[in-house]
């Protein structure tokens, strides 16, 4: 088969550097341009040390004229940067974004929490929600989820579509530092962050928060309300995700266990873990895989269901890669693996 020839721009961040870990393993791809913003010019191998067949290149500008000519191009911009980028590319190139740009499909919605002007919405990839995965196949345009919004779809989907809850629910989300990019930031250095756990975005303002009722919307024909909160954890990697619900009506852990298992049952990288057993974020660090459980709290009357994610893996590159799988018709699980890094 003729190889794939990607680009990705943003190569020097988390996310880009991310897909790039990927595609070295993927094999029907070759690796084109790497493009960047203030570290342009620089030596490839000093910006991603771990991508060693990469060490002799060089970081290039982001210029329409050096993503030219790729199959694919991948964007790990910050948001707002890939509108401008995506619109320079032509239609025969499939674009695949890590950030926010074209996920949100309410213009006001995404003026509210983001404070620009909208500027659309591509088929949105997350194979695993409603009717995601038919759209995604042969698509050009592609909005990659982002992290929060995967773990918490994810773990709170069975139990929206099966009606197990009122559609009111309550979202805890703890996330490692790469969550917040490469760019240096005083709250993230490590005499801020090691042994210190902290709350932000708090009371409905996280701009998470529309996606995720955007994507639980597709799943229930009542107007779904969600609370959530994101927590900073002192890990390099990994999302864990609470969500709660109160229950419609009676049920047991057996049975809401079940819906579970059957809703993921065909899903190659969501797993729901036997039961007894909680999810934790080391499990799915470097693989593609979320791992959910869920229990029944009958005293308080509400589901409670838990999520793992890795946020660069499934939360971003992992997620960017499938989706590309799936535009180019390729298998759906090429250079992706549902094993974990432990400890
Ligand atoms: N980190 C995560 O867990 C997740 C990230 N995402 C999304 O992925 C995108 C990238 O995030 P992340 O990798 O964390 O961020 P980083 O800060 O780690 O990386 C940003 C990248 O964008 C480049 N860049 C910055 N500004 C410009 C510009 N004006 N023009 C061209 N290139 C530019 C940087 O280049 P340089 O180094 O040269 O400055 C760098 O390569 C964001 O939209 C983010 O929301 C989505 C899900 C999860
Ligand atoms: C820990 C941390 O700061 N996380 C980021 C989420 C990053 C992400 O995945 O989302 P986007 O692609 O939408 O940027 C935050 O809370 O903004």
Request: glycine residues 12%; negative net charge; proline residues 6%.
């Amino acid at each position: 088969m003729t190889r794939i020839n990607v680009a990705v721009a943003g190569a020097s961040g988390y996310a880009g550097g991310e897909v790039l870990r990927l595609l070295l393993g993927h094999p029907d791809v070759t690796i084109g341009a790497l493009t960047g913003g203030s570290n342009a010019g620089e030596n490839f191998g000093r910006l991603q040390p771990h991508l060693v067949p990469l060490a002799d290149r060089t970081l290039e500008a982001t210029t329409p004229e050096v993503l030219a000519g790729h199959d694919v191009v991948f964007l790990g911009l910050p948001h707002g940067a890939s509108a401008e980028v995506a619109a320079a590319l032509g239609d025969d190139v499939v674009v695949i974004d890590c950030g926010a740009d074209f996920r949100l499909t309410d213009p006001a919605a995404w003026e509210r929490f983001y404070g620009s002007p909208h500027a659309g919405s591509w088929p949105y990839g997350m194979p695993e929600l409603a009717a995601q995965r038919g759209q995604l196949r042969g698509a050009k345009r592609i909005a990659v989820p982002g992290c929060y919004p995967t773990v918490s779809t994810l773990t709170a989907a069975p139990a929206v579509a099966a009606g197990l809850v009122e559609p009111n629910l309550v979202v805890v989300a703890a996330s490692g530092t790469s969550g917040a990019g490469k760019a240096a930031k005083t709250n993230l250095l490590g005499s801020e962050v090691m042994g210190n756990a902290s709350a932000y975005g708090v009371g409905g303002v996280h701009r998470h928060t529309p996606e995720i009722i955007q994507n639980l919307n597709l799943l229930t024909e009542e107007k779904v309300r969600v609370s959530f909160t994101p927590l900073l954890v002192p890990m390099p990697r990994g999302i864990l995700a609470t969500v709660t619900g109160k229950l419609t009506g009676p049920l047991s852990t057996d049975e809401a266990y079940e819906v579970y298992s059957q809703a993921y049952a065909d899903e190659p990288f969501v797993t729901v873990l036997p039961q007894g057993m909680w999810p934790q974020t080391k499990s799915v660090l470097g693989s593609n895989s979320v791992h959910l459980q869920v229990a029944v709290d009958e005293e308080a009357g509400q589901l409670i269901a838990v999520g793992a994610v890795d946020n660069l893996a499934k939360g971003t590159g992992g997620a960017a890669v499938q989706c590309m799988n799936l535009a180019l018709g390729l298998d759906e699980s090429a250079g992706l693996t549902t094993i974990g890094l432990a400890p």
